[in-house]
């Protein structure tokens, strides 16, 4: 099924918000941002609910009196029309029937009641073109043709769905994974490798990813792990297959980063140890790591690694400011791993909440949605629409970073389209020219302009981070006017 769009309404601070997920630059990654408080954790955390967590009464609910509702609006294709199909003729619908069965879209739902203990409701709700047949009737749990001599009841397909079907889509939908960081993501003590082949999964998922990283899939690791204690030569050979591959997958991901992983075997037991590249002899446990390696290290080893190994497919991944403890350059490799992720895979979609600005896919800053909090009530969203907006823009006005790169932008346009703007705004300081040994009158604009494009001038003083808000709040005035001069 192809996702058109998902839907929260009354969950906290969010009273009815859809969210449109169409592809971008061949995937679909989408990054919310705005202050704290805005929204953007309970608009990940609404989504999660669809599979699975429940809701809280009444701090969840926005009103309590009415329910929590999220919906996945999908559309099917032509193969999942033909399986659909397929199971209404093994429950005995005739060809005609069939032939009249039109599903325009499917929302796949989940609600709570505003009770002291909110019960979690699951539904498929289903817009069909047509939905009552008038020449079909229901006999037991088959649709069949009306007998002209019987008075008889139409056959409503929305009912019987309801009843004989009433998940089929809901199981059909996204898998929905809330990724946050923690130990159960990662290697800190020992494995028992006898105990890990019994069940890989339940024991560790960052060494069964690991283990896929080297090409023994789950299916092929009790007999790699029996052979341990058959050959002593497989021990030294599984040691260094995995720490080779799994070295290279990190690499792969964060560039550049001088460590090597090294995994040692002893008794059957496992140990995931860390080298820095030129530092012999001093390996390390994860947990003796800063918290910035141990939360990216955290995410190659589970998501990343079962991208890698194509074990990601149709799966919704939420992520609440993945870039915590990372530093600037690991921010960027994150998000790139964020943005490959979906991308040519129209089955995975990622939406991730930052407060960072190196999280923001500059080139195409359609990804970004903005979360405000209108009248400090109600979450909105909004999408930045990359072709009236910048880098520096978005920087300023989500994350109030002014920059020399903004300033410059707003003067130069205000000096294309209608310099005489400029010219209007107060000249309240004094700029001296070193070449003409002049001074002249100038706007705070006019002089944060000078100071930025000749930093040689040493005999004017400085602006100051006040001045440059200022200034900014003055220029997008005159491009915007009062409404969206301010933050």
């Known amino acids: 099924m192809k996702i058109k769009s998902i839907t929260i309404e009354n969950f906290r601070s969010i009273e009815n918000e859809t969210f449109n997920v169409a592809e971008l630059h061949g995937g679909k990654t989408f990054t919310l941002i705005g202050i704290n408080e805005s929204g953007k954790s309970s608009f990940l955390r609404g989504v999660s609910l669809v599979d699975g967590g429940e809701a809280m009464f009444p701090k969840d609910f926005g009103n309590d009196t009415k329910p929590i509702t999220i919906f996945l609006t999908y559309t099917l294709d032509a193969s999942e029309d033909k399986e659909l199909k397929k199971a209404l003729t093994e429950k005995g619908f005739e060809k005609d029937l069939l032939s009249k069965i039109n599903i325009e879209e499917v929302d796949v739902c989940v609600t709570f009641e505003p009770t002291a203990t ?6 498929d709700r289903i817009k069909f073109k047509t939905h009552i047949f008038p020449d079909y009737t229901l006999e037991g749990d088959k649709p069949v043709q009306k007998n002209p001599e019987q008075t008889q009841d139409d056959f409503n397909l929305q009912t019987y769905f309801q009843t004989t079907f009433p998940k089929y889509f809901w199981k059909l939908s996204h898998h929905i994974t809330f990724w946050e960081s923690s130990d159960e993501y990662l290697i800190n003590d020992q494995i028992n490798l006898t105990t890990f082949a019994t069940d890989p999964k339940k024991t560790s998922v960052p060494l069964l990813n690991c283990f896929g990283l080297a090409g023994i899939d789950e299916v092929s690791i009790p007999a790699a792990i029996n052979r341990l204690q058959t050959e002593p030569s ?12 799994v070295t290279a997958h990190i690499k792969k991901v964060w560039e550049n980063h001088p460590v090597k992983i090294k995994f ?11 080298e820095d590249v030129g530092v012999k002899y001093d390996s390390k446990t994860t947990n003796q790591r800063s918290d910035g390696f141990r939360q990216f290290i955290s995410f190659l080893l589970t998501i990343s690694a079962e991208n890698s190994t194509d074990q990601l497919s149709y799966s919704l ?12 350059q690991a921010q960027e490799f994150l998000r790139n791993e964020l ?4 991308k040519n895979k129209e089955d995975n979609i990622v939406i991730f909440a930052t407060h960072s600005n190196y999280m923001i896919d500059k080139d195409h800053l359609e990804r970004c949605f903005r979360v405000e909090k209108q009248g400090n009530k109600k979450t909105k969203l909004e999408q930045i629409k990359g072709k009236d907006s910048s880098y520096s823009e978005v920087n300023y006005e989500v994350f109030g970073i002014p920059t020399n790169d903004y300033h410059n932008e707003l003067y130069g346009y205000l000096e294309d389209i209608d310099k005489s703007k400029l010219d209007e705004l107060q000249k309240s300081k004094k700029w001296y020219n070193d070449k003409t040994k002049t001074t002249d009158s100038v706007s705070l604009a006019t002089y944060i302009r000078h100071s930025i494009h000749h930093p040689e001038n040493g005999k004017n003083p400085k602006f100051t981070s006040d001045d440059l808000v200022k200034s900014t709040n003055s220029l997008r005035e005159l491009k ?8």
């Open 234 to 245: 497989e021990v030294s050979d599984l040691q260094d297959k995995l720490g080779d591959k």
């Open 480 to 487: 915007y006017g009062k409404r969206k001069a301010g933050k």
């Open 339 to 342: 943005i490959k992720i979906t």
């Open 317 to 328: 991944l939420l992520l609440d400011e993945p870039e915590t403890h990372l530093h600037p």
């Open 118 to 123: 909110p019960v979690r409701n699951n539904f």
């Open 264 to 274: 040692q075997i002893n008794n059957m037991m496992l140990s995931f140890l860390v």
